[in-house]
């Protein structure tokens, strides 16, 4: 069955030859010129399976755009804009965009980074191990992790993980009280073979941490090792 994707690109040639290049690839494409545009389209449609984000939309920002989309949806996104300024990045990072492709590209490109993340997700039936695990022991709000199902609940509350940040945490859970580089992260999150920037596991554990962590600013169950990556603490 072919990708759902959905173009927000307020230029008119890129987004139409973008479109014509993915759907030459097999992809079923549909657009969106802005952000209000975009927002509508997932309230009459739902999510796609993937969206591709220009930054510069004109009405309202792609930051924002995004912000926007992850209060209702966990849909994978992947920014695709002409700014390749460091701060431009990791803020589209935290806003809650799970890839970031610099303009120009090649379509190859942008189909890989797609063809990982539908891996990722895809990921979640394939686990296997316990169907739930306490990270954090709490009679009153426990949180737990539940990798075949996709679910981190605090106590009764569902929490709501982008996928990316729910493969991270899974990553973790897989090898508690180890410390995992931030290279072996992007190679098994972001899918082998990736060569991003490192620095794209730092703002995905930020933004992890802001939903599991009672206080993100001292964490307790992600935990950095100075130098050396990430470490998963489980708290009985």
């Not at 981190?152 to 509350?157: C, P, T």
């Not at 060569?195 to 794209?200: K, L, P, Q, S």
Request: with cysteine; net charge negative.
């Amino acid at each position: 069955m072919c990708a759902n994707l959905l173009i927000v690109e307020d230029d008119d040639r890129v987004r139409a030859s973008l479109r014509l290049a993915l759907e030459d690839e097999g992809y079923q494409v549909e657009e969106a010129e802005d952000a209000e545009n975009a927002l509508r389209h997932l309230e009459r449609y739902g999510a796609p399976d993937v969206m591709l984000v220009d930054l510069m939309l004109g009405d309202m920002d792609g930051f924002t755009c995004i912000r926007r989309i992850r209060y209702d949806h966990d849909v994978p996104i992947i920014v695709v804009s002409a700014r390749d300024d460091t701060h431009d990045v990791v803020a589209a990072l935290e806003a809650g965009a799970d890839d970031y492709v610099t303009k120009p590209f090649e379509v190859k490109e942008i189909t890989a980074r797609m063809r990982a993340l539908r891996r990722r997700a895809g990921g979640f039936a394939e686990r296997t191990g316990p169907a739930e695990v306490v990270l954090e022991a709490d009679d009153a709000a426990p949180l737990v992790l539940s990798p075949g199902s996709g679910i981190v609940r605090r106590g009764d509350e569902r929490l709501h993980l982008t996928l990316t940040e729910f493969r991270l945490l899974c990553e973790l859970a897989e090898s508690p009280g180890l410390v995992l580089s931030r290279r072996s992260l992007l190679e098994t999150v972001w899918d082998r073979g990736y060569f991003g920037d490192e620095r794209i596991v730092d703002v995905h554990v930020r933004r992890l941490r802001t939903k599991i962590e009672r206080d993100p600013s001292d964490p307790q169950v992600v935990v950095t090792v100075r130098g050396l990556g990430y470490r998963l603490d489980v708290r009985r």
